[in-house]
């Protein structure tokens, strides 16, 4: 079956250090992967994506995610955190070819301190 | 270009009454879906459509109608809202096969009593 585990449910880090949220997924199959950003009483945004290629890629507000597929990984990093990147982050997976529905992980709280 | 809106942002209902959740895309997204957020449980799939005429069932369906008339629309129907379906409801929409990222509404914040 198919499933996505974001194994802490809060990340606490200090204003200007990196911040790494930890992603790992089991999917047949070659996986497309995402993450999604949840600030307070708002709706899901889309961060950034890996469907094939470099396995870096960088998405919006200065975030990157590291594809590792012998981990099955795909953790989210900042190299330096800003106060306003508290909020929630979600880990999606859907399958190639397959329909567009995505598997959600249960988020993980990012609390960055002034 | 609006994008999704959802309405209400807010909705009390007491235990047997039925209601309509409104969606609605301006970016003739072929896909739609709706979601449930609970504590704990991060997000919960519905129901879903690829396009008008067609719906189908996500991992939550029980309780809940969908539709789909026109490609901008996508409402979800509670038949007898019971306090099990007190949430935060999410619709989303994507585009065609070749693009990835699903479009998210403000939500609605449900309470069944």
């Known amino acids: 079956a198919q499933s996505v585990a974001q194994p802490e449910d809060q990340v606490n880090v200090a204003e200007g250090n990196p911040l790494t949220v930890k992603c790992t997924y089991s999917v047949s199959g070659n996986p497309y992967l995402f993450w999604y950003v949840q600030y307070p009483n708002r709706g899901l945004q889309f961060l950034l994506k890996?469907?094939?290629?470099d396995n870096l890629v960088k998405g919006s507000y200065g975030f990157e995610a590291e594809f590792n597929k012998s981990q099955t990984s795909f953790h989210l990093k900042k190299p330096s955190a800003l106060v306003s990147d508290s909020a929630l982050y979600f880990c999606?997976?859907?399958?190639?070819?397959?329909?567009?529905?995505?598997?959600w992980g249960l988020g993980t709280s990012l609390a960055v301190n002034p | 270009n609006a994008g999704v809106t959802q309405t209400p942002k807010f909705q009390v209902l007491k235990t047997g009454q039925s209601m309509t959740l409104q969606c609605a895309q301006d970016m003739n997204h072929e896909y739609m879906s709706w979601y449930r957020q609970d504590p704990g449980m991060g997000l919960r799939l519905i129901h879903y459509?690829?396009?008008?005429?067609?719906?189908d069932q996500g991992e939550v369906p029980n309780g809940y109608n969908v539709s789909r008339s026109t490609t901008e629309d996508f409402p979800l129907r509670l038949l007898s809202a019971a306090p099990s379906q007190t949430s935060v409801y999410f619709c989303?929409?994507?585009?065609?096969?070749?693009?990835?990222?699903?479009?998210f509404g403000p939500g609605t914040r449900l309470t069944v009593t």
């Open positions: 999606a997976v859907r399958r190639a070819g397959n329909n567009r529905k995505l598997i």
């Open positions: 989303a929409s994507q585009g065609g096969w070749s693009s990835y990222e699903q479009y």
């Open positions: 890996y469907i094939t290629g």
């Open positions: 459509s690829v396009g008008a005429g067609i719906t």
